[in-house]
């Protein structure tokens, strides 16, 4: 029987609900279950694909091609259970799907409401494609009392009856904050929240109370006695020093027994945490230290490069030292040169973007990693500048360019219309909508057998996950290798590049995909553990 648990969140967002949802999969594995993770955003956007990293942060891709919330990249991280495309939904979708519907005649001339029919998509959604596994961790975006997210809250509370005795439970997250004027640690938010969430008629049946301080157990008391949970039930979440030090800080406290517990289910089982243990003792001691520019476009907000952030972080678990990550804004470069801000750093990193803004000074930083034997790292975006900056400054093309700006003479970068996925042959063209439209998901690419990227992955064979508009012009590709930059991956029918080298530089590779989609604290991207460990070496020789 498939158990599902709901989480939801109240008195303030960002209470990492996310890491929660992530965490709690992890312990449930590390006693043997098999889980399966997922988020209903409220939301009215299809899905983040269009929405600004300023106000969403990260887009996160599944092998599927789904674009989701950054939630699902914490998901996979911890559990090691790829997301799907029914992982993530959000009301924009439930209301696109119900509407199709609707002028289809699917509903017979009824009238379609909030209740039955959003509702009923939306249980749909979090039960669907679950019979494979034995707890379904559902959690629900946004606060409780908010406008939007009340119908998902109703579709969760109806669940809780449709479903079989003992096949739900609901897990509720608060904060409890310390007033220092007062010099006390206040319940009342936590007790009000809860009361908001029972007037929607669901019960929690565990709360997480995040908290700065220890909560003393008289105040535990008092948190159980007026939101009628059991003392044990009410878990304090504090802050910890990293992230993969979560599900050991929630295990301590007591959680996956209490969830366990609620389930009726056995909770004296073996919990093997070894490999989280074996994480945080590499972070807490590390053998050394490497600098890292990472220069992007969305540099003021962290949660735009999440996934990156991470694996850049898991490439220094692997070679055991701490990644010191500066986050420099490209635009700069397009004043200053980039010696006053690179100089001392032992690797560079281009990440994604999209659009003009900035695009120069990720060029003037890939053309300062070529020549001075800095190790180099281009992820689409910032492949595709390593590429206009070698045809430029190699090839002697100065007007090379991608069409992404505007029109240009020489098109090293340009739309991609054409191309073969799981669903067959996919076209697109300038005039099509922006979301959902990219070449998105897991593509498989050949890698020469010679080639350092070969060697990296320990074979001729890959895939990774897309998410791009524009690709690199194939037909530069000859002038390109004959100074230097080898077209190391391409697509099975060598139409489309995917990885560029340069062999005589220390580490220079410009991806169009995402490896850090796939990276894992116990299982380093091998890319990015290549990088950091030639930013290692590179370290030794300043």
Known sequence: MTRYIFI???????????????????????????????????????????????????????????????????????????????????????YSDILTKERRGDYLGATVQVIPHVTDAIKAFAIADTDDVDFVLCEIGGTVGDIESLPFMEAIRQLGNDLDPGQVIYIHVTLVPYIAA???????????????????????????????????????????????????AVIQALDVSSI????????????DTEVLKAFGMDHDNDVRLDRWEEIIRRIRHPEGEVNIAVVGKYTGLMDAYKSLNEALAHGGIANKVKVKVEWIESEIFEEEDCILKLEHVNGILVPGGFGKRGAEGKIAAARFARERGIPYFGICFGMQMAVVEATRNLAGIEKACSTEFGPCEDSVIGLLTEWKSAKGRETRSEEDDLGGTMRLGAYPAKLSANSQVAAIYGGTGISERHRHRYEVNVDYKDRLEQKGMIFSGMSPDGRLPEIV??????????????????????????LFASFIEAAVKQSRLV
């Open 8 to 94: 939801t969140g109240g008195v303030v967002s960002s209470l990492g609900k996310g890491l929660l949802s992530a965490a709690l999969g992890a312990l449930l594995q590390a006693r043997g279950y098999q889980v399966r993770l997922r988020k209903l955003d409220p939301y009215l956007n299809v899905d983040p694909g269009t929405m600004s990293p300023y106000q969403h942060g990260e887009v996160y891709v599944t092998d599927d091609g789904a674009e989701t919330d950054l939630d699902l990249g914490h998901y996979e991280r911890f559990t090691g259970v790829p997301g799907r495309q029914s992982d993530n939904v959000t009301s924009g979708r439930v």
């Open 182 to 232: 007062a010099g006390e640690l206040k319940t009342k938010p936590t007790q009000h929240s809860v009361k908001e969430l029972r007037g929607i008629g669901i019960q929690p049946d565990i709360l997480v109370c995040r908290s700065e301080r220890e909560i003393p157990n008289s105040e535990r008391r008092k948190i159980a006695l007026f939101c009628n949970v059991r003392e044990s």
């Open 244 to 255: 993969y030090e979560v599900p050991i800080s929630y295990h301590r406290e007591g959680l």
């Open 501 to 526: 080298e340069i062999p005589d530089h220390p580490w220079f590779i410009g991806v169009q995909f995402h490896p850090e989609l796939k990276s894992k604290p116990f299982e380093p991207h091998p």
